[in-house]
């Protein structure tokens, strides 16, 4: 079972936020900044984060929001589906948008991928206003990731902040999307790399002993690695393995804990990716570690 969030995630995302002095309880003015929502009651109103230094800029999402609209029209994207998520009291907000319609063929594996892009802005600090390309298994609606760097928006809460971009950053993640059509592409190469059921696993275990995942989450991947929700996943290969734990980060964890969602499925997919790369990487992956095997004892 997902553990849940520390507080809730709400779609009201047309906040605004603003940056205020702090000051000490004698009313001296610290030299510091906070950030606070402007809805917010009580002498507290809202705060969202402490010690923002003199240079950051309240950049609104609905400042980042109205070019993004621009630029997926002007593209002729529509989106299927759009989700808003406003996280720890509006410390942070995602966009993000799926457009099913625009899709790739993984070539010899025969999924269908859709696009997917999320915007993210944050006023704690956490991380700059970002665009992160992705895709969505049709069959299955997984979220995956195309593995591709932030794109063009990410940049900090300051006056330099461009709408263009905004403009690059959602080309660049389209074009790092349709990427997945190329005979080169990531999964294609998972999909080649055949391991066993008990390979499967033992990659499971040592993922979780060099921390990449908990032993909870461990458990909730095997389980659909032993029995595969859809057809398309009976095959055995890493690509397999990877829609396992898509499958279970997208629908038992990301509806609850976004970031703990986005760290698995990234950290999960770069390290099966270099597994399928390098054959002692592989070997060393699906080799059970000697404290996990069993002992024979007369």
């Not at 000490?24 to 402490?50: A, I, S």
């Not at 993984?106 to 390309?133: A, E, Q, W, Y």
């Not at 905004?166 to 391991?195: C, Y």
């Amino acid at each position: 079972m997902a553990r849940t969030a520390k507080t809730p995630i709400t779609s009201d995302w047309n906040y605004e936020v603003e940056k205020v002095k702090c000051f000490t309880p004698e009313g001296h003015w610290t030299g510091d900044y906070m950030t606070r929502r402007t809805d917010g009651e009580g002498p507290n109103r809202g705060v969202l984060k402490t010690g923002v230094s003199k240079d950051y800029n309240v950049v609104q999402n609905s400042e980042v929001m109205e070019p993004v609209m621009n630029v997926l029209a002007d593209l002729g994207l529509e989106p299927t589906k759009t989700s808003h998520y406003v996280m720890n009291n509006g410390a942070r907000f995602k966009a993000r948008f799926e457009f099913k319609d625009t899709q790739v063929e993984i070539p010899k594996v025969g999924d269908t991928l859709g696009f997917r892009l999320d915007i993210d802005n944050s006023f704690n600090l956490m991380h700059r206003i970002r665009s992160l390309g992705g895709a969505l298994r049709l069959v299955c609606t997984n979220g995956m990731t195309t593995l591709d760097k932030e794109h063009g928006i990410s940049c900090k809460h300051s006056n330099k902040f461009s709408v263009k971009n905004i403009v690059h950053a959602v080309e660049d993640a389209l074009e790092a999307f349709q990427d997945l059509g190329k005979a080169d592409n990531p999964f294609t190469l998972m999909a080649s790399r055949e391991v066993t059921q008990e390979q499967g696993l033992n990659i499971l275990q040592n993922l979780t002993n060099k921390g990449t995942i908990s032993e909870v989450r461990r458990e909730g991947i095997a389980r659909i690695w032993n029995k595969p929700t859809h057809q398309e996943d009976n095959g055995r290969n890493l690509y397999n393995l990877l829609n396992a734990a898509t499958e279970f980060t997208t629908h038992e964890v990301a509806e609850t804990n976004f970031t703990m969602s986005e760290t698995m499925n990234s950290n999960i997919t770069k390290r099966l990716l270099a597994a399928a790369k390098d054959e002692p990487t592989l070997n060393a992956l699906w080799t059970p570690a000697e404290s996990d095997a069993v002992v024979v004892t007369a």
